[in-house]
């Protein structure tokens, strides 16, 4: 994998993350983890917020990205157990 900062990769999911739910305003939202997949440019992102009009409740994501595209190209609902998991 080539160099990358890890404030690149920082931004790049902020920005893919916004660009899938629009502006951060979202109640204790949080990455948890960032960690390189075995793919080249691939991250592998667990992150965590309690969505607007939704009764209080927060939601756990896991997603891959790929900071070259900056895209997502798969995310899943995950629970609060998982986070741990590797």
């Given amino acids: 994998m080539g160099k990358i900062s890890p404030r ?46 939704k009764d209080g409740k927060k939601i756990y994501y896991e997603a891959r990205v790929n900071i070259k595209d900056k895209n997502v190209f798969e995310s899943k609902e995950i629970t609060e157990d998982d986070l741990s998991k590797d």
């Fill in 8 to 53: 690149e990769v920082i931004e790049t999911v902020i920005d893919v993350i916004i660009g899938s739910y629009g502006n951060l305003g979202y109640l204790d939202f949080k990455i948890h983890t960032i960690k390189p997949n075995c793919k080249e440019n691939v991250y592998i992102v667990k992150y965590s917020f309690i969505p607007r009009n």
